[in-house]
Structure formats: C-alpha cells, structure tokens
C-alpha cells in the first residue's frame, strides 16, 4: 500500500532500496510508453505513405514491389514538379524567356558575378577547338535547362575587344578624336549589335521552321542561343579583320598591287570562311535539328566570290576603309 505523503521520508529512510528500485520501474515504463508512441506514429506516416504510393502505382497499372510501403516518416515528395514530369508554375515562370533574358541583364551590372576566366577560355578555343565550346552548350542544358549563356562575361569582353580594334582601326586610317568615338559607336551598335540582331532572328526563324525534327514546343531553338551563336562566329572574324589585318593595311593590303588585294581578300575569305565553319557547328550541336549542312552551302559562294574578285581586281579592305571613313563624315 501506497505511503501518505507525510510518511514517504521516513519509509525512504526505512527501505531506500525498495524505493529505488520503484522509481527505476516508474521511468523504464514511461519509457517504454514513449516508444510505443512513436512506433505507431511512425507506422501510421509509414502506412499513408505506403498507401499513396501504392495507390500511384495501381493507377499506373504497375504493382507495388514488396516493401515499398516502408517509408521513413521525415522524406518528402518533391512538389517542383507533378507526377507527369510536367513542371510546376513557379518553376515553369523561371524557366521563361522573359525570366531567362531578366537574370542575363541583371548580371550585367555585377562584374563580380561574371566569370571572366571561362570566357577567356572560350574566346581561345574558338580559335583552335570550337566544338569544346558547344559542348560546354551540352552542360548547359543538362545542368540549368537553357542552351544560351546565362553568363554575360563573354558579351562584355567581346565588346572590350571591339573597342579596342576600334580605335586601332581609327589610329591607323589617321581618324581625329570625334571621328573614332563616332566609328566605334557605328561599329559597336550597328555592326555588331544590329546586325548581330537581324542574322541570330533569322537563324531562329529558319532553324525553328525548317530544321527541327519533330515540330514540338519541347523542341525548339532558343532566340538567345541562336544570338550566342552568332557572337561566337563574329569573334574569330573581329580577331581577324580588326586586329590582325591592321599590321598589313598601311604597308600592304591598300597598295594597288596584286598583293595587296590577295593578302586583304583572303583575309576576308578566312573571317567569313570561320564565321560560317563556327555557325554550322553552333545548329549542329542541337541534337533536335537535321538537315544542318545546309549551312555551309554559302561555302560555295564564298568561294567563287574570292576567285572572282582577284579575277577583277578588286579589293574588299580598300572598300571597307573608304566605307569606314564615309561614315564619320
């Protein structure tokens, strides 16, 4: 029989053993009662989980191996996307081209953001291996789901090395101050921006319609990348026609001899040549596009229009030195 209250000190003094050994009782079975607790909270999760994923699978027409139903009570089914592989409407919104484009300019602003050392590296294999470049496209999309460049380093440092040739081509053809400010700004937002515009709109158009394999939304070239493939094929020919064709304009390329027009024409064929080559290798990396050799039909025409002008004489630096100096008037 239980003591009262006023003689439990005594019968603890009495027979502290026995009251010890009481209370080792009293606490094993509160333990005992928490853990059955849990079990059968953990049960019941595991159970609704089981349940569910059975339900999923009868749905499906697939059984339910053995075991599936344990589950542990903490893991959490993924709601980005639903049960078809279809994406969320937070997660479709961010993959949007409104929400791609946004996240490109935002980046503008933060040079230290900008990884500059992968686009050095770029702008040096699009010298000697092109195709490392669009395979880094391939990791792209597998990683963040877009095939453009969400990184605007290279567009910064392609702009940089635009001015730069700029203004050596305006030291060379002895332009003053005003007149280089004013054939940069024709070079930077009308050469390349403007025209970069109109050729990656039309290789979107063509591609889209006429290039992809199974006309799907899932397939389709994006606008972005189809600009980032023309700024890949305009860097070897700015490299070319603006930086390395300088040291031979004055004491070469603009003498009225058969030299000079081959030397300055066939730098013209090498740059349009290379913007070509690096063109078609940018389609051909998608794998929803056939038929992407036609892209380098113009090779024909190139060629014939090189051996025609040294047929004729003409010289295509000579032009683009009197075009240059035409503008700034």
């Known amino acids: 029989m239980a003591a009262s209250p006023a003689l439990r000190p005594a019968a603890a003094r009495r027979h502290p053993g026995r009251c010890f050994r009481r209370g080792q009782e ?46 542990l009570p903490t893991t959490l089914v993924n ?47 699009l010298f000697t291996s092109p195709q490392r470049v669009y395979r880094n496209f391939h990791y792209r999309k597998q990683t963040k789901d877009q095939w453009a460049r969400d990184d605007p380093a290279f567009l ?24 280089t400010i004013k054939l940069l700004l024709w070079v930077v937002f009308i050469d390349c921006v403007g ?9 979107w158009f063509i591609s889209n ?42 004491y070469v390329i603009i003498s009225d001899s058969v030299i000079g027009y081959f030397v300055g024409n ?4 090498i740059a349009i040549g290379y913007y070509i080559y690096v063109t078609f290798l940018g389609y051909s990396a998608l794998p ?10 113009p090779f024909a025409l190139l060629i014939m229009l090189y051996l025609i002008s040294l047929a004729c004489g003409w010289n295509f630096t000579k032009m683009l030195c009197s075009f240059y100096k035409y503008r700034v008037k």
């Open 79 to 125: 709601s980005g996307s639903q049960g078809n592989g279809v994406l969320s409407r937070r997660d479709a919104a961010r993959h949007t081209a409104g929400a791609k484009r946004y996240k490109y300019l935002r980046r503008l602003f933060h040079f230290r953001q900008m990884d500059f050392e992968f686009a050095l590296w770029q702008m040096l294999y």
């Open 209 to 250: 319609k006429y290039l992809v394999k199974q006309q799907n939304r899932d397939y389709d070239v994006e606008w972005g990348y189809a600009f980032d493939v023309h700024l890949n094929a305009f860097y070897p020919l700015l490299v070319i026609l603006h930086f390395i064709q300088l040291f031979f304009i004055n």
């Open 266 to 269: 066939t730098l013209w064929l």
């Open 26 to 71: 009293g606490t094993g079975r509160l333990r005992e009662g928490s853990e059955r607790l849990r079990r059968g909270r953990c049960r019941r999760a595991a159970g609704g989980c089981g349940g569910g994923r059975a339900g999923a699978a009868g749905g499906a027409g697939v059984a339910p191996r053995a075991g599936s139903s344990k589950m």
């Open 156 to 179: 910064v440092l392609l702009s940089i090395w635009l001015c730069v040739s700029t203004v050596g081509f305006g030291f060379v053809l002895d332009m003053g101050f005003f007149e």
């Open 195 to 203: 025209v970069g515009l109109l050729i990656a709109t039309l290789m």
């Open 288 to 297: 929803f596009l056939k038929n992407t050799a036609i892209l380098l039909y």
